[in-house]
Structure formats: structure tokens, C-alpha cells
């Protein structure tokens, strides 16, 4: 319990200490103008309050993945609380904090028009592609999900394909009409039911005297069943993505940039925002060891239960909460997985009317976008399951190698701080790099399966490259500037 309570600490007081650091490098404008305001179309640009920003982006990062991804992950053992605090609080808040407060500052761009913006028009071109690939990935994915899900809970004739029809339908008004409209109604609700559930899981911990086995005392080495087989780096860190660092949750950042009133409000939304994300993974991953009775007995639970964590949610919060908390249980793994479907496809229109030039104010021009965002998603979820999810997560965190380069060259130009992007940039390219190359060819990421050490070079090379071409750029940046004065 202590070192749960010591890790929750932490989380808060680096919102507040190293938040606030970030929030100076970035040298936010309380009185500057933002797109809510100065291009407010009452569609995707409409200015709506702080506390509902904050809910709708926290429901737009987290969905089930703070809860899922920190369940698998808290397999590995006690490093898994440590990459959950620290990859929060130095890489996924300042990932996702820089990615909304840029956006805000170039009136509300969509992440390829940030990307190309810094990095270039061809890197923008890859960038498109790529993050278009993925939020069609998210549609498909959390469809399909939720979909089978209230099929196994509704008469026999309410099939999985007719609940498919049905939320697609819902994805499809989210995405045309206004944001404050759909969106801006039901996000706050939902986005308080999840953090509600967290609290309430977290209070019976604290208050009932859980024993929650963290294993710190007998050192930090891999409890994971599979062993030497599934490294803690990348395997782990791979595996605990939205309660760390998501490159999804920067195609979301630009959509709430779009709503924020004032600049000030930018490390409460979006540096706040991923810090609660982790805030719930922390208090599921103790949960989880707690619940089942430590590492491998949360491992024999998991194996027992075809490696579904939406069964163990369910069982922790009848057990801990009652009807109630078997009511949020339902709640979450269904509503919480549609909100983050709905919210792709909306970003995704945004990104794909950004890159073509399509003004989005009439419903035609907005309906001309989505039917074939619409169409190529249905075609999706007719593929393999394990196939789609073999790649969501690599092209995850992959995207917040985009992400995080462009952000430092946007800070080294604006002669700001840029070690705090470029750090977590290195250790991303250095992860994302290695965990391709190492990652068994059948596996549930298709990679290419070379031994440990050599992936872990590659990964250290493809690092190195990177930093080069950034100190590079940088060095002729500052040769220009000093000419040109």
C-alpha cells in the first residue's frame, strides 16, 4: 500500500511541479486570442467550459486503456508502476500538453499540418498516412469490440452486426454535428463515470486495507509468465501505452485545442488530463495484483480467462463495489471504448479535411468526408481481430515519435527548452525501434524477430540517427539566425 500511495503522490506532484515547468518552456499567453474564439464556425471551433474540455479529452485518451493496457502490463512486475509515473509524468503529459498547446498556437491543426509544419512537407505526406491508418485502426477495433460485447448480453436476434450498424450510426452523428452538440453532452458524463469508478476502486483499496503485493522488496526483475521471452523493455512498455505515452492521443489534442477559451487552461486540459489517465492505470494495475493475489496469480487469472481483462474489471467492481460498481463495470468497457471510436473518426475528418483544404462549415462538404472514413471501417472490422490489434499498438506509440520530434524542433525554433520533448523523443525512437525488431514473426505484432541485443542496437542506431539529424538541423538553424542578424 505504501508504495502505491507513494507512486499516487508522485502522479499529483508532477502535475503540479514538473506541469508547471512545462507549462514555462512553453510560456503560455492567458490574454492571447484562440481559435475558439477568433474562428468560432459552431461546428468544430466552439468555445465551451474548462471543466468540460478537461472530461471530453480525458474520455477521448483514455477509453479502456488505461484500465486494459495497465492490467496486461502490471504482468511484468513493479516496473510496471514506475513507467506508469514516470513515462506520465516526463513523456506522455508533455507529449500530449506540446501537441494541444502547439495546435492552439496555429489555430487548432490537425497533428499532420503540426507534424509537416516542423519536419517538412514529406514527413507530412508519411505523417498523414500513417496517423490516417491508425484512427481507421481505432474505429474498426472499437466497433467491433463493444459490439460483441452487447451481443453476448441481448436477445440472440440483436446480433453483433446489427449492434455494428448501430454504433457506426452513432460514430457518424458524433462526427458531423456539432462538437458541443453529441460530444460536448455526453463526454462529461461518461468521463466522470470512468474517473468515478477509478475513485471508488482506489477508496476500497485505502480504506479496506487491501494488501496490494507489489514485490518492490524483492527487486524490479520480470514476472511475467512468459519470461525472457517478453523483455520489460520494449514488451512492457509497449503494452502500457495510454497509462504512459499514446502518439493517439495527439490526433485528440488538436480537437480540444479547438474549444479551449484561454491559454492558461492548456496544462489543466491537457497536461491534467493524461496525468488522470495515469492516475487510473496506477490504481488498476494495484488492483489487479490485489484483486487476484499477486503476479502469477494475476497471470493464472488472466490465462484461465483467455487474456480478457474486461472480465477481471467486471469481477473487481461487483466484488469491491456492488450492483453499482458492476453497473460502471458494464459502462466502461462498453461506453468507454465507443466514445474513443467516435472521437477518431471526428479527428480523423478533421485531418482529412485539413490536408485536402475542404472547409468543414456545411453538412454536405462534412458528409463527403466521413462516408468513406465510414466505408473503409466497415471493411475493417471484417478482418481478423488479431490481425488489427496486432498493429494498433506499435503504430501507437510509433505515432508519438512524429509527435514528439516535431515538437522539439517547434521549441528549438522558438528558442525554448527543447530537452524536454527531445528526451522522451530518443527514448520512444530507441523502444518503438527495438520492440519491431524484436517482436516474434505469429506473434500479436508481426516483426522481425531478431534476438534482443541486436534489436536493442538497432534501437540504439535508429536513436542516434534521429538526434543527429535534429542536432544537425538545429546547428544550421542557429548559423542562419545569426547571419541573418
Known amino acids: 500500500m505504501i508504495s502505491f500511495l507513494v507512486a499516487l503522490v508522485a502522479l499529483i506532484l508532477g502535475y503540479f511541479i514538473y506541469g508547471g515547468l512545462v507549462e514555462k518552456v512553453f510560456r503560455t499567453e492567458p490574454g492571447r486570442p484562440t481559435p475558439a474564439t477568433t474562428m468560432a464556425d459552431g461546428i468544430d471551433y466552439v468555445a465551451m467550459p474548462t471543466w468540460k474540455v478537461y472530461l471530453i479529452q480525458f474520455l477521448n485518451i483514455a477509453g479502456v486503456g488505461p484500465i486494459f493496457g495497465a492490467i496486461m502490463g502490471v504482468m511484468y512486475g513493479p516496473a510496471a508502476f ?30 499532420p499540418e503540426i507534424v509537416g509544419s516542423e519536419l517538412g512537407k514529406k514527413i507530412k505526406i508519411v505523417m498523414s498516412v500513417f496517423t490516417c491508418v491508425l484512427l481507421v485502426m481505432v474505429i474498426a477495433v472499437f466497433v467491433r469490440t463493444p459490439a460483441n460485447l452487447l451481443a453476448t448480453l441481448t436477445p440472440e436476434h440483436l446480433h453483433t452486426t446489427f449492434w455494428a450498424i448501430c454504433i457506426f450510426g452513432y460514430y457518424i452523428l458524433a462526427t458531423l454535428l456539432p462538437v458541443d452538440k453529441v460530444i460536448g453532452n455526453l463526454y462529461p458524463v461518461f468521463g466522470f463515470a470512468l474517473l468515478f469508478m477509478a475513485v471508488g476502486i482506489m477508496g476500497y483499496m485505502i480504506f479496506n486495507g487491501v494488501d496490494i503485493p507489489d514485490g518492490f522488496s524483492e527487486g524490479l526483475f520480470n514476472r511475467h509468465p512468459a519470461g525472457e521471452a517478453a523483455p520489460i523493455f520494449p514488451m512492457m512498455c509497449i503494452s502500457i501505452a495510454c497509462g504512459a505515452i499514446s502518439g493517439f492521443h495527439a490526433t485528440q489534442s488538436p480537437m480540444m485545442a479547438r474549444c479551449l477559451t484561454n491559454e492558461k487552461h492548456g496544462r489543466k486540459v491537457f497536461y491534467g488530463a493524461m496525468v488522470s489517465e495515469g492516475i487510473v492505470a496506477l490504481i488498476w494495475a494495484a488492483a489487479a495484483i490485489a484483486f487476484t493475489g499477486g503476479y502469477g496469480r494475476l497471470a493464472e487469472y488472466m490465462s484461465s480467462h483467455g487474456q480478457d481483462a474486461g472480465i477481471l474489471v467486471h469481477e473487481v467492481c461487483v466484488n469491491w463495489l456492488g450492483t453499482f460498481g458492476g453497473i460502471l463495470a458494464i459502462l466502461g468497457v462498453i461506453a468507454a471504448p465507443i466514445t474513443t471510436g467516435d472521437t ?52 501507437n506509440q510509433t505515432l508519438s515519435i512524429f509527435t514528439l520530434w516535431a515538437c522539439s524542433v517547434y521549441l528549438a525554433r522558438n528558442r525554448k527548452a527543447y530537452l524536454i520533448t527531445m528526451i522522451p523523443a530518443m527514448f520512444m525512437t530507441a523502444l518503438c525501434v527495438t520492440f519491431i525488431c524484436y517482436a516474434p514473426m505469429g506473434s500479436y505484432v508481426e516483426g522481425v524477430g531478431l534476438p534482443l541485443v541486436y534489436s536493442e542496437v538497432f534501437g540504439v542506431l535508429a536513436m542516434t540517427v534521429c538526434t543527429l539529424f535534429f542536432i544537425k538541423w538545429r546547428k544550421g538553424m542557429e548559423a542562419t539566425t545569426s547571419v541573418a542578424a
Not at 82 to 111: E, N, Q, Y
Open 82 to 111: 514506475l513507467w506508469i509515473v514516470f513515462g506520465t509524468i516526463f513523456a506522455g503529459a508533455v507529449h500530449d500538453f506540446m501537441s494541444g498547446m502547439i495546435s492552439l498556437r496555429l489555430g487548432g491543426k490537425s497533428l
Open 344 to 395: 477518431a473518426m471526428r479527428s480523423l475528418r478533421l485531418i482529412v479535411a485539413d490536408s485536402l483544404g475542404i472547409d468543414q462549415k456545411k453538412f454536405v462538404k462534412r458528409l463527403l468526408v466521413t462516408l468513406p472514413i465510414v466505408g473503409l471501417s466497415y471493411v475493417l472490422i471484417n478482418v481478423n481481430f488479431d490481425i488489427l490489434w496486432r498493429y494498433f499498438a506499435w503504430c
